[in-house]
């Protein structure tokens, strides 16, 4: 079993990289801050959605453009509502417009550095960040938009790692049966045969605080006997038909995916008499991984 997950594994991460090359825009972007550190993640559960950014904080207030570009307009936050949630909840912004379609929206932001300017290299200082105090907040939001596709891209997708060596922590693990009956795998409680909702409570500690603040994971695997049941993985967020769905290997919509700030709810997996293994896989976006596998007795 071991070897057949092996094979499973690399099969997955070729397909992942399969995907960045072909669907995802392949460009080398610069942090917008001299020093940052992750406050919040993409896909995290936010405003009632899947935020469409990270939140980064850094010891200097300049932001710089994350490659050269052109100014596309400004939005300050007493502006027009945005028709297609392009930086809702984002504050007062400027957007970028780069090569390829690629589009940088800078959020949370206190007044441009060179009001009147429209094309930035990437060593000009664009705006200045909202400074901390009791009433706002002194971080700043980075989202990344393709727009011949229509698709709010990962960030930490183009741009340079980061130094993060806290793992994922998982919080709680539930199996749900048809009935609404919770069963948690730790208790060694015998199952009976059917179908179960997975429901799996983790985060990722943000490094920007002492406690580190729950963010979203970048990915979580689920494993039954080996078997990839579920890959949720952050890597795009895309809107259809008023849904809005995050796309990996897999597409999830929020609405179906989110039963709390850190709980995540997954499609029934099938139990079958015997023994049963399940295996959860979480990562960060630095490759740090939580594992914690779970031994069921199923019975008819």
């Given at each position: 079993?071991?070897?057949?997950?092996?094979?499973?594994?690399?099969?997955?991460?070729?397909?992942?990289?399969?995907?960045?090359?072909?669907?995802?825009?392949?460009?080398?972007?610069?942090?917008?801050?001299?020093?940052?550190?992750?406050?919040?993640?993409?896909?995290?559960?936010?405003?009632?959605?899947?935020?469409?950014?990270?939140?980064?904080?850094g010891e200097s207030g300049?932001?710089?453009?994350?490659?050269?570009?052109?100014?596309?307009?400004?939005?300050?936050?007493?502006?027009?509502?945005?028709?297609?949630?392009?930086?809702?909840?984002?504050?007062?912004?400027?957007?970028?417009?780069?090569?390829?379609?690629?589009?940088?929206?800078?959020?949370n932001i206190d007044s441009?550095?060179?009001?009147?300017?429209?094309?930035?290299?990437?060593?000009?200082?664009?705006?200045?960040?909202?400074?901390?105090?009791?009433?706002?907040?002194?971080?700043?939001?980075?989202?990344?938009?393709?727009?011949?596709?229509?698709?709010?891209?990962?960030?930490?997708?183009?741009?340079?790692?980061?130094?993060?060596?806290?793992?994922?922590?998982?919080?709680?693990?539930?199996?749900?049966?048809?009935?609404?009956?919770?069963?948690?795998?730790?208790?060694?409680?015998?199952?009976?045969?059917?179908?179960?909702?997975?429901?799996?409570?983790?985060?990722?500690?943000?490094?920007?605080?002492?406690?580190?603040?729950?963010?979203?994971?970048?990915?979580?695997?689920?494993?039954?006997?080996?078997?990839?049941?579920?890959?949720?993985?952050?890597?795009?967020?895309?809107?259809?038909?008023?849904?809005?769905?995050?796309?990996?290997?897999?597409?999830?919509?929020?609405?179906?995916?989110?039963?709390?700030?850190?709980?995540?709810?997954?499609?029934?997996?099938?139990?079958?008499?015997?023994?049963?293994?399940?295996?959860?896989?979480?990562?960060?976006?630095?490759?740090?991984?939580?594992?914690?596998?779970?031994?069921?007795?199923?019975?008819?």
């Open positions: 079993m071991r070897d057949r997950r092996g094979k499973i594994r690399v099969l997955s991460l070729l397909l992942f990289f399969w995907s960045l090359l072909f669907s995802l825009p392949l460009t080398a972007f610069e942090w917008p801050l001299a020093e940052q550190r992750l406050l919040m993640s993409f896909g995290q559960n936010k405003w009632g959605g899947f935020l469409k950014a990270v939140a980064l904080q300049e932001i710089y453009p994350v490659e050269e570009g052109e100014i596309l307009f400004v939005r300050r936050e007493s502006g027009l509502p945005d028709k297609h949630g392009l930086g809702a909840g984002l504050g007062t912004m400027v957007v970028m417009q780069h090569q390829r379609g690629i589009r940088s929206l800078y959020g441009l550095q060179n009001p009147g300017k429209l094309n930035f290299r990437r060593e000009d200082v664009l705006a200045l960040m909202k400074p901390e105090s009791d009433s706002t907040e002194g971080y700043l939001y980075l989202q990344i938009i393709d727009s011949e596709v229509d698709r709010y891209i990962n960030p930490l997708l183009s741009l340079p790692s980061l130094d993060d060596r806290r793992a994922p922590v998982i919080r709680s693990v539930f199996l749900v049966d048809e009935s609404g009956r919770t069963y948690s795998p730790e208790t060694g409680s015998v199952l009976n045969q059917g179908s179960y909702k997975l429901l799996i409570e983790t985060y990722d500690p943000s490094s920007a605080t002492e406690n580190g603040t729950a963010m979203a994971p970048f990915s979580i695997k689920v494993y039954l006997n080996g078997v990839e049941m579920h890959g949720l993985s952050f890597e795009s967020i895309v809107i259809k038909e008023g849904q809005s769905l995050v796309i990996g290997a897999r597409e999830y919509a929020y609405q179906n995916l989110y039963r709390g700030l850190d709980e995540y709810s997954f499609e029934p997996l099938v139990l079958r008499n015997g023994e049963a293994e399940l295996e959860l896989v979480v990562s960060d976006f630095s490759g740090n991984e939580t594992v914690e596998v779970y031994q069921l007795q199923v019975r008819r």
